[in-house]
């Protein structure tokens, strides 16, 4: 297949990089030049593990190009909208600028024949909005839903070895078969592995993605409303989430209490979800994600307020190191992080706070460039009077208590992952807290 992929951030450069891999040919297109040029000499614009092997492989291969003009995408059959969907500045819908700006750049270089295929995150009822935008400027092409469910992290296995395919197709029965060919001749190697496929309309394959990652935050959501039931009680969260995810019908999976989650997905795809519903008439069906958002903002202030309670309730000269700024480990992606949230948090009242992350410094020091940074986490806890694990990177998790005792002026933990072994860490002399744990 001849396939064309607009939009080259973390998204749209896996997905190029990995279908050029097995064996198609593939045209990165974005308006950023700067990283156009870096994408083709084989640097990677974000951190993803395995992510710069494969882009290599594909380079060499020469099935893979980047490029900033539409018009190279003429020759191209296929044509994937890979663009962000980020939160709305004034509203929490999704902003769909990118995606309309993307169709009407593709429209003029589109031959009826030609199938443009969605996997950016869109409220339901987008596809039909664009059908309509296509048709309005004169385009017969089809278009098709085929919506992401990467996991950053492991982007690339997700993208050769996913755990299912949806298809959304149109109700025209030679246009969904016009899309159901080019869809299968795209995946015809997870196709051949038995990749379990799911085919419904437009409506139903925007709505699995909402749904799936609205689910997922519920979960988060839901231990680490339990964990603050547990702080009152005394009960261990741990071992409660060990025993209910036990029962096959809810899974040990999303079930480990912390601060909550981050990213670029979850906080702004559950808030679309609502503001979708209520454009829709439906607001009550998801007005319970409100409380879930909630619960998860609430998880981060909880870590400032204990940090102040340990600190004898004043931030005002104290030195705080911070193990962690992506919102996840093996990422650099510090969107909606919410080790950067408490970070900045500790800063802003008087607290001379360091962060490190393996990933994610630069990031830090051009968003947030009042956070002093360190390259490790014992350089970070030199002479520091707490200490925050706030992402689960392995590096902190395999931290020496003992060697990283010597460098602190006070050995108090504060455990926001719930990753380290309490006690370890208290037999090395460290008063050490956690989520919902005694």
């Not at 490029?67 to 962000?84: K, P």
């Not at 664009?130 to 296995?157: C, D, H, I, T, Y």
């Not at 900045?344 to 994610?360: C, E, I, M």
Request: negative net charge; charged residues 25%; contains cysteine.
């Amino acid at each position: 297949m001849r396939i064309s992929i607009i939009g080259c951030g973390y998204l749209g450069a896996v997905y190029a990089a990995s279908m050029a891999s097995i064996g198609h040919d593939v045209l990165g297109l974005d308006v950023d030049q700067d990283k156009i040029d870096g994408l083709n000499q084989g640097r990677a614009p974000f951190h993803e593990p395995g992510f710069d092997k494969v882009l290599a492989q594909s380079l060499e291969s020469g099935r893979l190009r980047f490029s900033t003009e539409y018009a190279d995408a003429a020759d191209y059959e296929a044509h994937v909208i890979c663009v962000g969907t980020p939160q709305q500045v004034d509203a929490a819908g999704a902003d769909l600028t990118y995606v309309h700006a993307a169709v009407d750049s593709l429209i003029p270089h589109l031959s009826d024949s030609d199938v443009v295929l969605g996997r950016s995150t869109v409220p339901v009822g987008t596809a039909s909005s664009l059908v309509e935008r296509l048709r309005a400027a004169g385009s017969q092409a089809v278009l098709a839903w085929n919506p992401e469910f990467l996991r950053e992290g492991f982007a690339v296995k997700d993208t050769l070895h996913p755990d299912r395919l949806v298809y959304g197709l149109p109700e025209d029965p030679a246009e969904a078969a016009r899309a159901r060919e080019v869809l299968d001749a795209m995946y015809a190697p997870m196709l051949e592995a038995e990749t379990p496929l799911v085919v419904g309309n437009y409506a139903t394959a925007e709505l699995v993605k909402g749904a799936a990652n609205s689910f997922l935050a519920t979960k988060i959501s839901f231990i680490n409303a339990v964990a603050e039931v547990c702080e009152a009680t005394g009960a261990d969260v741990s071992v409660i989430a060990e025993a209910i995810g036990l029962d096959d019908r809810i899974g040990p999976k999303f079930l480990r209490a912390g601060i909550g989650f981050g990213g670029g997905c979850l906080p702004k795809d559950i808030r679309a979800f609502m503001a979708r519903a209520g454009e829709l008439g439906v607001t009550e069906a998801l007005g319970f994600l409100r409380e879930v958002d909630h619960v998860n903002n609430r998880r981060r202030d909880h870590v400032v307020n204990m940090a102040r309670k340990a600190l004898d309730g004043s931030f005002t000269g104290k030195r705080i190191a911070v193990l962690g700024a992506a919102f996840k480990p093996d990422s650099d992606d510090t969107r909606q992080s919410p080790a950067l949230y408490i970070a900045s948090k500790l800063s802003g009242r008087g607290a001379d706070v360091v962060v490190t992350d393996p990933a994610a410094n630069q990031r830090v020091h051009a968003e947030r460039p009042n956070l002093a940074i360190a390259e490790d986490a014992y350089a970070a806890a030199t002479g520091a009077d707490i200490v925050l694990l706030l992402t689960e990177w392995q590096q902190f998790k395999d931290l020496d208590p003992v060697k990283l005792r010597e460098v602190v002026t006070t050995p108090h933990m504060i455990d926001g992952r719930n990753v380290l072994d309490p006690a370890q860490w208290r037999e090395a002399g460290w008063t050490y807290q956690s989520m919902g744990r005694p």
